[in-house]
């Protein structure tokens, strides 16, 4: 089974990039989507959903914002939305969690706030970190496979942001985030892409527009997929596939490969 998470910086302009052929290429059994930025009826009349997929769509209230969708080749049923919080009058509003199951398996869909834009972000999104690992350990504890992928906004530690020096106090890289991941792992989910690359610079996942970052390869792995104990088992490889993704997003798609029966 073959799952990847890709932040598409909005599906439509994806779609207008080459999305679909990009698809064929990964031959994925379930995508996770992050930041698709619409509604299912904003998108092209001849695009309904990527061809051969099944979707479901979790987009925000607000039109143009953030969003999660997920694709599967076979089964796919919704278990759930959003997290148990108290931040919102709504639940979910900006559309950040979608959990879905696949045979035995699950994926939970995440796209995590951002802190950069304000001291009120940075606040809300130091909140919903907590909630989020509460919430997360039911996972942890069930018996079959389940895996937690996607944009979690944090470069977790050195290995994982070019120039770590520099960005001490940036969010996404502050010292209560990176602490916060530390406890997340701690917790028992593991992350499958540090894994199968070791401990080395990278790979990173999302590069700014800025500069030369891309060409230079100077950027952040923000993007993961985490698994529990079952999934963990059943992990065969990793791969986050810089070459034809950065045509279509401003991050590349991480990938990772699972046998069916834990061998």
Known sequence: MRVVSWNLNGIRAAYKKGLDPFIRKLDADVLLFQEVRALPE???????QPPGYRVIWHPAIKKG?????????????EIGRGIATDLDETPDPEGRVLVTRHGNFTCINMYLPNGSSSPQRQHYKDRWLEDMLVWSQDFLRDSNPVVLCGDL?????????WNPTGNRGTSGFLDHER????????SGWKDLVRSHYGERKGPYSWWSNRGRAREL????????I????????????????REGGLSISDH?????????DGH
């Open 65 to 77: 914002y953030s969003g999660v969708m997920t694709c599967s080749k076979n089964e796919i049923i």
């Open 226 to 241: 985490l698994a529990n104990q079952a999934a963990s088992k059943q992990f065969v490889s990793a791969e986050v596939v």
């Open 153 to 161: 906004n944090i470069a977790h530690n050195e290995n994982d942001i």
């Open 217 to 224: 390869d100077r950027g952040w792995r923000i993007d993961y």
């Open 42 to 48: 904003q998108m092209p009349s001849e695009w309904k």
């Open 179 to 186: 602490e916060w991941f530390d406890r997340l792992l701690k």
């Open 252 to 260: 590349a798609p991480v990938m990772a490969d699972f046998s069916e």
